[in-house]
């Protein structure tokens, strides 16, 4: 395979969950020739609405084209295996076939005949990192106000917007993360608003759109902020939210609208009288959270904040997935890990502002700790989300320190399942486990070394990245021809970041 094979975009479909009271109902009617018809008309006799009036004929406007690079059948032999699942093999061996994880095992795992072989033998084989806090493509490189895409900083509620609409897809930073071993992102908006919109789930392969690495299946997640960012850019706009209590009140005024938006529409779809609700993108985004297929990705710093947003969601019945940055989270792990709340977190990032001062260095060990949490390591950073697995590494030792018993194998899970849980994809990524996709990372040491680099980068089977190899480091069209572009720095080629 060229390089060319690599910057090429794909074709397919995503089927987007619609679930709950918006769906489509038919109008019910019983009894024989003898029984009176109802008076209601049927959706058969209803006039259709105008093509876009009614999100339910088209729940899926923007689909994924992504079908991944080419691919073989393989088996990587000889490393040891951090499968993710909290199993840690040495001598293993990964079997991958059309683009899944047929089997994961000991070195006596037979190799299929026909099978190329990728020899892994004294470095270290992963399942592909996962950032679930990205702003790659809305925020990109080079960082000019003309490509400063990812705040919509007009209302405190943009939840009708959509962070693949911002997307720029030949920001370098793709390709960087993706010699990291990052195979799949979440971007996200900004945190200017109470909510910032929709954010979106991607496949870290070169592409000349969106729709080309928007990964199918994947649900949509609402951004949504607590604390010091909303109330300091509105407040310093003279008008509200200015406050914590001004960001609560706008929540939940929200939400009301949302319940009576839902209603509306499902009173038109029962009985079909009179004209339908106005579509309302902004209401309709947050239907999806009521209604559970969208998830709430919810920026949020302090233990207390936490606590009245979980409040909140109990109030109008929905739940949340996941707190971003939660630099407090270790002050609330059990609640977190009692709720079913993902914690996404940074180790080192700290004291930036005020709500982020009681920061430390244990802080996803602790979360980790509790049965059923969710510990997550995220980058929010073009620069941090190509070394993860350093960032999960300092966690580590930052929780051992303090007496944690934390084995590598199980924290791999910190940058891989755990992520795949926040975004809702752990059924298909996130683990080296028969049937998943084949997103496998081959390290040249330990990750949780700061020696570690990601050698050959696999995304659905197919070499997306090799360090050692020209033709599979790809770049996007805008580095070409830029100053330096082709000269090697510090003895390393360009290209083998």
């Keep these: 395979m060229r390089l060319h094979a690599l910057r090429g975009s794909s074709l397919a479909v995503l089927a987007c969950a619609v679930a709950g009271s918006l769906a489509l109902s038919a109008c019910a009617t019983t009894g024989g020739a003898d029984t009176p018809s109802s008076d209601k008309p049927s959706d058969e006799a209803r006039t259709p609405l105008a093509r876009g009036l009614d999100y339910a004929a088209n729940p899926d406007p923007f689909p994924s084209t992504y079908r991944g690079l080419p691919r073989e059948n393989m088996a990587i032999v000889g490393g040891t295996v951090l499968t993710g699942a909290g199993q840690k093999i040495e001598n293993g061996v990964v079997i991958v076939t059309d683009g899944k994880v047929a089997s994961v095992g000991g070195a006596s795992t037979a190799v299929p005949a026909g099978y190329r072989v990728v020899d892994a033998r ?75 919109g929709r954010g979106v789930t991607v496949r870290n392969i070169p592409s000349v759109t969106m729709q080309g690495m928007k990964m199918p299946g994947a649900p949509y997640g609402l951004k949504m902020a607590c604390g010091e960012n909303p109330s300091r850019v509105y407040g310093g706009r003279n008008s509200s939210p200015a406050t914590g209590m001004g960001n609560v009140a706008g929540y939940r005024a929200a939400f009301i609208a949302a319940q009576d938006y839902r209603a509306k529409w499902d009173k038109w779809r029962e009985d079909g009288e009179g004209s339908p609700p106005t579509r309302n993108l ?47 989270a270790y002050k609330v792990a059990p609640m977190l890990a009692r ?26 060990a602790l979360v ?22 350093q960032e999960a590494a300092a966690a580590v030792a930052a ?26 994809i752990a059924d298909q990524t996130g683990s080296l486990e028969a049937g998943k996709r084949a997103d496998v990372v081959i390290w040249s040491a330990d990750p949780f070394s700061v020696y570690a680099r990601a050698d050959q980068v696999f995304i659905d089977g197919a070499l997306t990245f090799d360090r050692m190899n020209p033709a599979y480091q790809p770049v996007s069209d805008f580095e070409l021809g830029q100053p330096g572009f082709g000269l090697s720095a510090a003895t390393v080629p360009q290209g083998a970041r």
């Design 122 to 196: 004294s470095r270290f084989v992963t399942p592909g990192i996962i950032d679930v806090h990205s702003h790659l493509g809305v925020y990109p490189s080079p960082g000019v106000s003309g490509m400063s895409d990812g705040n919509e900083a007009t209302n405190p509620n943009t939840a009708q917007v959509w962070a693949e609409h911002s997307i720029w897809p030949q920001d370098p930073g793709f390709n960087a993360a993706r010699a990291g071993g990052v195979t799949t992102l979440q971007i996200l908006p900004g945190s200017a608003n109470l909510f910032g």
């Design 282 to 328: 902004q209401l309709e985004t947050l239907v999806g959270v009521l209604d559970g297929s969208i998830l709430v990705q919810n920026h949020c710093y302090r233990a207390d904040e936490m606590a009245v947003m979980i409040d909140i969601a109990k109030e109008f019945g929905y739940r949340i997935t996941a707190f971003h940055h939660a630099i407090e």
């Design 339 to 364: 709720e079913g709340i993902c914690a996404d977190m940074w180790t080192g990032w700290w004291g930036f502002k005020m709500e982020g001062l009681d920061a430390v260095e244990a802080n996803a």
């Design 399 to 424: 929780g051992r320190r303090i007496g944690m018993n934390i084995s590598e194998e199980h924290a791999i899970s910190w940058i891989t399942l755990n992520p795949a849980r926040s975004l809702g």
């Design 368 to 389: 980790d700790a509790p049965p059923g949490s969710c510990a997550v390591i995220h980058s929010d950073d073009a620069e941090l989300t190509q070394r993860l697995n």
